[in-house]
């Protein structure tokens, strides 16, 4: 039996050899979320709670901004009419499979 430090650079090492997705296999993989960069509008912002939503220009409707996400860019002080260039991710919540949430954000 190999010591620990052992085995653990051992399962490093062959995760390494692994072959990598390609570019399709990568976009259909739950461990590679499709980002879809985007341009909108802030319809909704809850200032007190930290989230809100993003109403896309290309009409491909709304996305959440959980508070991760306003805490990550730096903007706690978003209001309705500010407009975002944003990426985002669908959802992985059972039941909103078609909707989508924004995980990088910056003001225009």
């Not at 090492?13 to 399709?24: G, N, R, S």
Request: proline share 8%; charged share 25%; aromatic share 8%.
């Amino acid at each position: 039996m190999l010591p620990l430090q052992e085995g653990r650079a051992l399962s490093a090492h062959l995760a390494a050899l692994q072959p990598k997705p390609t570019a399709p296999e990568a976009q259909n993989s739950s461990k590679f979320p499709v980002l879809l960069e985007s341009e909108g509008t802030i319809s909704f912002f809850a200032q007190d709670r930290g989230f809100g939503f993003i109403k896309a220009d290309d009409g491909s409707g709304d996305a959440f901004v959980p508070p991760q996400t306003v805490r990550n860019a730096g903007l706690a002080n978003l209001k309705r009419g500010d407009r975002v260039r944003y990426d985002a991710i669908p959802s992985t919540k059972p039941g909103k499979e078609d909707k989508f949430q924004a995980r990088v954000m910056e003001l225009l």
